[in-house]
Nanobody, 124 residues
Framework: QVQLVETGGGLVQAGGSLRLSCAAS????????MGWFRQAPGKEREFVAA????????ACTDSLKGRFTISRDNAKNTAYLQMSNLKPEDTAVYYC?????????????????WGQGTQVTVSS
């Protein structure tokens, strides 16, 4: 089992920044690929970014490149999502997820464990 807890969400003005953290416990964290997804009201959950267990392989949805960056610190069992130049359309609940394998994907059903989510609200 892997337990995931997201923190760092909140209310921010457009143009501001937030860093989300995802703390993992349970099974060895280092061998898990990690992903960040988001879900806005009335919309499907969508891929944001993912990272391999080593951190050497990352992916980010094209529309967010340049503003969102994923990283991880295996010594702290924590993954991060740095978000900058936030826009009102970034408002959503942000979830982190873990796979039981080392390779990340963009598909939610490929992930085995999910956090409860953290709300990000961007005001205009």
């Amino acid at each position: 089992q892997v337990q995931l807890v997201e923190t760092g969400g909140g209310l921010v003005q457009a143009g501001g920044s937030l860093r989300l953290s995802c703390a993992a416990s349970g099974r060895t964290f280092s061998y898990n690929a990690m992903g960040w997804f988001r879900q806005a009201p009335g919309k499907e959950r969508e891929f944001v970014a993912a990272i391999s267990w080593s951190g050497g392989n990352t992916a980010c949805t094209d529309s967010l490149k340049g503003r969102f960056t994923i990283s991880r610190d295996n010594a702290k069992n924590t993954a991060y999502l740095q978000m900058s130049n936030l826009k009102p359309e970034d408002t959503a609940v942000y979830y982190c997820a873990a796979r039981l394998v080392t390779i990340p994907t963009m598909i939610p059903r490929d992930y085995d464990y999910w956090g409860q989510g953290t709300q990000v609200t961007v005001s205009s």
